[in-house]
């Protein structure tokens, strides 16, 4: 129960070498309380805790919907729902999860908190922005939820909405228009925080905070914003488009005006590829960071890892089209060459955290546990992603139950990476460390669930059901692969379960201190919580990780073979 | 600033790399003009970085030997509270029903998208609302 | 036990050790052997068509290396989580680059993208090749079903949701499939042909299948098209030849009967004019 307290030796902090260069005068302002903080607050922190708990929310909204998706497909003839709620649930789920959820926590949750501090910022760079951010997600959130509740239901077009079952003829009704103006609202949200994080790793760093020595988390944020700024206007303007063609009389993507329904999925894909790296690359740098910490070791092939984010970020822009191999009006050998380069620098990040795991001392604590789930989970999702980028392959298994599965393999990799990041960095934020039993109770129920889950799913697409189908037929060996899922789904829900109760049987009990898990970058040199501005003062900075150095001299990262002469008067000066 | 310019600059000139081999081989206009506009999209801030950079001393940020205190003067101006976030936001929730439930939303949508922004400029100028 | 067909009794003149050698030689030659014949399907099928069947040998070609590769890093995984777990408070090694090991395990997934790009190239070039041929079937689908139009034979099959309308194709030929569709776009999806291709509306998407095998094959829809999407069902009949041109003659008498009969009455769903569309152009 409490081999939480359980700390890896931290030497006492010597007293301070280096004031911060901020100064700390209006640290114990008296602000507004209450209510009213949270509709005022301009910190990052606070932003950043208001997104946590809103996207984990979300989270469990388009989890239950799942549950209820898995639920009608348990039997072939499922009549839990009928067709039209049904198409509406999984729209709604996509759309939660993908623009609600994922997103947000990836882009805007944790990094919000930790990439500031991660660099040594007394904030974002632009912190009413940052609170214009999350009021446009929160009111986007609340326009896409309330489809529920007008006339004709919720958007039902899919998560992707196609044109042309997307226009007026074939999906009227209000559901659609509020999905429209959520994805405008978020999709805002989105740029605005792209444009923050950006401003904020260019301008905001501490002194001796090279680029080269940025944790991987926020190498990867940046490459992230970057992306935000390249995919989200395009997405925006499509959603324009969408919009002027349902109301305004245009024809941009209906045949009978001369328009192209096609080119909707191309302005989606061109947004919605990029975003699979958005989602992913901040779990991949909560990821990296965690097995550092947890493993007592720098990150293996730190400059690799960077640039294999950049070489991701760089692909991503020239891969849109694996997603329509099957409309049969795209180049296929493009954009095949294309998604499986892909698979390189991936590759290279795998294998970096297994280095970086490779000889260390691991602590299984449940974020390194859940880290570990990440690993495995991901190599199943991305392997089989492999396939779909060939295609001839994708013409096989295209929206089938086989590519449901990949991205569920992939999603539900970032959930575990999300949860590592939870386990890790919520100390941080909050204070106060999570129950370890329960989390690891929590773990194996969302790693075994998650398997159980999906790799039933692989097999239902082989044997040919497609996906978004609320029945399917009676003679085939479906039922049985689609039992199996459903016992996984609940699983996981087990596992989500067992998060609220940690967290409230947790709340405020085991006071974290300041490095509870021996960590190596900036945000453990501060307090926990940070002070307003975040730090008292700053460590010298001689690599990517400050904090690692302040706390163990003569423990510095080393060539292979190497073993440098710790520089102890340059450590702390 | 030089490696921040040179993240930009060469992932712009990748997107340019990608586009030129794109439209040679694929002929394809909408994909041709987004992938452009990418790298328009990491060349102009990147160009301006890489301007800068030749035109500035290094930063205490971008000096790997650095010391703590070459970074001390003021940072710039944080506010720790505004209300004017709150008051877009909403001013936009309204703005985006009004594309839903009809035109008359749009009336208090943009009143308080006007009046945030009268606020939050003069709140700027002021330096921050503490 | 002798494999018989390796060591046949009485025939060979060789002395015993030089049987036992080339025995032993033999084994692993005839264990690759019959792995090569008996490779596992992964799941997969191979299918009625000539392409399902290539398409098959690629996805056994993926699988393989999948399976190597995510055994081999599933292993590294579990070796780093078993054997370098936390033993004792001390600070372990500080490596962190190895340049050697990081250029092998970037250069040689390069090598391997390649190898699956080409391999892939292969079976896709077969499988988009459009070899001229006299049967023709346009498709037409349409919320919520499939017409199947045979051109210049005045047969038309039509149905709608659970009718699950047939498509009747022979065998050992190349059939040209022309397919549009009437409203929103839908996936044309035969299991056995391991094959889909999206039903565009404004856009004529063509391709060829080659059956191989006689059979009735179950089809759907499989992009989302609205409503009774779940229930937009066919099936595609392979026959021999001379049954294909029977059944195409006996349809075509029975449409000049059924078009006398009521030659005012139209085919309820409204087809959209396409127009023909290059495969590799522009807009």
Known sequence: ?573 | MRVEARVLLSLGLFFGLMVTVYWFWGHENAGSVMMFAGMLLCFVPGGYYYWWSRRMKPRPEDNPKATQAQGAGVVGAFPSTSIWPFTMGMGAFLVVLALVFGIWFLIPGLGLVAWALFGGTSEGRRGGSR | MEPPALTPRGVSQRTPRWRRVRRIAALPIAALALAGCTVPTFGAVPGATTSSKSVYHLWQGFSIGAVLIGVLVLLLILWSVIFHRRKSANIPKQSQYHIPLEMTYTIVPILIVFGLFVATLVVENKEVANPTTNVTINVNAFQWGWKFTYPDKNVVVVGQTTQDPVMVMPVDTNVHINLTSSDVIHGFYVHAFNFSRYALPGVLNQFTLFAVNTGTYNGQCTQLCGLYHSLMFFRVEVVPMTQYNAWLSSKANAAVAQAAENATKQQTSSVVPTKPYKSQGGY
Not at chain 1, 158 to 165: D, S, T
Not at chain 1, 168 to 180: F, H, K, M, Q, R
């Open chain 1, 1 to 573: 129960m409490t081999d939480v307290l359980d700390p890896p030796i931290v030497p006492p902090i010597v007293p301070p070498m280096v004031l911060a260069p901020i100064e700390p005068a209006h640290e114990e302002q008296h602000g507004p309380t209450g209510i009213l903080k949270w509709i005022t607050s301009t910190d990052h922190k606070v932003i950043g805790m208001s997104y946590t708990v809103t996207a984990t929310i979300m989270m469990v909204i388009g989890g239950a919907f799942a549950e209820i998706i898995r639920a009608q497909l348990t039997t072939p003839n499922g009549t839990l729902v009928s067709f039209a709620q049904y198409n509406e649930l999984f729209t709604m789920h996509g759309s939660v999860m993908i623009y609600l959820f994922a997103g947000p926590f990836a882009f805007a949750a944790l990094a919000n908190i930790i990439v500031p501090i991660q660099i040594g910022a007394p904030d974002m760079a632009f912190p009413r922005l940052n609170a214009l951010s999350y009021w446009l997600y929160l009111t986007g959130s609340i326009t896409m939820l309330s489809g529920f509740f007008v006339a004709g239901g919720a958007a039902n077009f899919g998560w992707v909405a196609y044109a042309p079952l997307s226009n007026s003829t074939n999906t009227p009704g209000a559901g659609a228009d509020l999905w429209i103006g959520a994805l405008l609202l978020t999709g805002f949200s989105a740029i605005f925080t792209g444009v923050n994080i950006c401003a904020t790793v260019f301008y905001l760093r501490a002194p001796g905070m090279t680029m080269f020595r940025m944790p991987i988390f926020t190498w990867n944020l940046l490459v992230t914003a970057i992306l935000i700024l390249l995919a989200f206007p395009v997405l925006t303007a499509g959603l324009i488009m969408l919009y002027c063609d349902r109301h305004f009389g245009t024809h941009i993507f209906s045949v009978a005006g001369g328009g192209v329904p096609v080119l909707w999925q191309h302005i989606f894909w061109f947004w919605g590829h990029p975003e699979v790296y958005i989602l992913a690359l901040p779990f991949f740098g909560m990821v990296t960071e965690i097995i550092a910490v947890f493993s007592r070791k720098p990150v293996f092939g730190y400059k690799g890892m960077i640039f294999a984010t950049l070489s991701i970020g760089a692909l991503s822009l020239g891969v849109w089209a694996h997603h329509m191999f099957t409309t049969g009006v795209v180049l296929l050998p493009f954009f095949s060459i294309m998604s499986l380069l892909i698979a390189v620098p991936t590759g290279i990040k795998m294998f970096n955290w297994i280095g970086t795991m490779w000889r260390g001392e691991i602590w299984f604590s449940t974020a390194m546990l859940m880290a570990v789930g990440f690993l495995v989970t991901f190599l199943i999702g991305g392997l089989t992603g492999i396939y779909l980028a060939s295609p001839p392959l994708d013409f096989f298994t295209h929206d089938t139950y086989f590519v449901v599965a990949h991205f569920h393999s992939i999603v539900m990799a970032l959930v575990l990476g999300g949860m590592a990041g939870l386990y890790y960095w919520g100390p941080k934020m909050t204070g106060y460390l999570l129950n370890e039993t329960i989390g690891k109770i929590q773990f194996w129920f969302l790693f075994i669930g998650t398997q159980v889950f999906t790799l039933p799913m692989y097999l239902l697409g082989l044997r040919g059901m497609p996906r978004r189908v609320a029945v399917y037929p009676l003679h085939t060996s479906w039922q049985y692969l689609n039992e199996v899922s459903t016992v996984g789904a609940v699983l996981i829900g087990i596992s989500t379960i067992a998060f609220v109760v940690n967290v409230a049987y947790s709340w405020k009990k085991y006071p974290a201190g300041d490095n509870p898990w021996d960590g190596q970058t900036l945000e453990w040199f501060t307090t926990s919580p940070p002070p307003h501005h975040n730090f008292y003062r700053l460590p010298q900075i001689r690599s990517e990780r400050p904090t690692w150095d302040y706390n163990h001299p003569g423990h510095t990262a080393a060539e292979h073979g190497h073993h440098h002469e710790p520089h102890d008067a340059e450590q702390l000066t």
